[in-house]
């Protein structure tokens, strides 16, 4: 019997029993951050722990939602530029995702399900979720403790394992790779302490700064200010049973369809000039 993401984190770690914290006490369950942090290790650990627990989940994935956006018509206007996804494709992911949340809210707070989201968050991936809504019954829901937004942060050491993995892995010039290259996880990093002195910090930007784990804490539990936030400290290397990038993104993600993505591509035309789009997003950690 082949080995499961979850078999590879011990369930005497912290890791784990956070894990089953979360599968058996919350509605919905975030799980946010940088490139090369665990996401995705600990996005699917968590959906066999659900599994082995007998929950029943429902899975939005930011890097399967999105692409859904990705239509020939709406790329045409649209266009990807330096393999960077197009500002006005993440609002449409963003405007999709709300609704979507929303009628999830509506369907399912009174059964036993729990929704499974990964939200990046960073340049303006899905963080919509962070934001008070205007909608005061659901900012009431995801300011409860219900919804929790985890975000693993390793230690230095850890994270220094982890950019050597992902360089043994991936060529900058890669095109099936659907996760951060090396250079984009050093640019994010970048970006990070740049936000990091815009909340008060004093971090030489100039080069490239060096991954710190407390500046990270600090950035993303100012962004989350407004949710429930849980620092996973990841102080350990995880041997991860995968030999195929794609094998860590399941195709269970819900995602829109080619009308429903029009729609709301169409939306954001009608609301927002090419400027506001940009505007928006550039200011996406001001929450």
């Not at 919350?26 to 929950?55: D, M, T």
């Not at 990091?196 to 993303?220: L, M």
């Not at 993104?249 to 729609?263: E, I, P, Q, V």
């Not at 035309?269 to 506001?276: A, D, F």
Request: net charge negative.
């Amino acid at each position: 019997m082949s080995k499961g993401f979850l078999d590879c984190i011990p369930e005497e770690s912290h890791v784990y029993e956070t894990l089953q914290a979360l599968v058996e006490q919350c509605k919905i369950v975030i799980f946010s951050g940088l490139p090369g942090v665990g996401k995705s290790l600990y996005i699917n650990a968590f959906k066999e722990l659900a599994a082995r627990e007998q929950v029943k989940l429902s899975v939005i994935q930011w890097d399967v939602a999105r692409k859904a956006f990705e239509t020939d018509e709406i790329i045409s206007q649209f266009p990807t530029e330096d393999g960077m996804v197009h500002n006005g494709l993440k609002l449409m992911a963003g405007k999709w995702l709300m609704d979507e949340v929303q009628l999830w809210i509506s369907e399912h707070d009174e059964d036993e399900e729990v929704l499974l989201i990964e939200a990046p968050l960073v340049g303006h991936r899905f963080i919509e979720l962070i934001v008070p809504q205007t909608d005061a019954i659901l900012e009431n829901y995801l300011s409860h403790d219900v919804v929790q937004v985890v975000m693993p942060i390793p230690t230095k050491v850890v994270r220094k394992k982890i950019e050597a993995e992902r360089n043994r892995q991936v060529k900058e010039d890669a095109q099936e790779w659907s996760g951060a290259k090396p250079s984009v996880m050093l640019i994010l990093w970048k970006m990070t302490c740049e936000i990091a002195n815009s909340f008060g910090k004093d971090i030489d930007t100039s080069g490239q700064p060096d991954y710190d784990p407390e500046v990270y804490e600090f950035v993303f539990s100012e962004i989350l200010k407004h949710r429930n936030f849980v620092p996973l400290i990841i102080d350990e290397v995880f041997k991860v049973p995968v030999v195929d990038e794609a094998e860590l993104h399941g195709d269970d993600s819900l995602k829109a369809d080619s009308d429903t993505a029009n729609y709301y591509a169409d939306l954001v035309k009608e609301m927002y000039t090419s400027e506001q789009i940009d505007k928006i997003v550039e200011g996406w950690y001001v929450t």
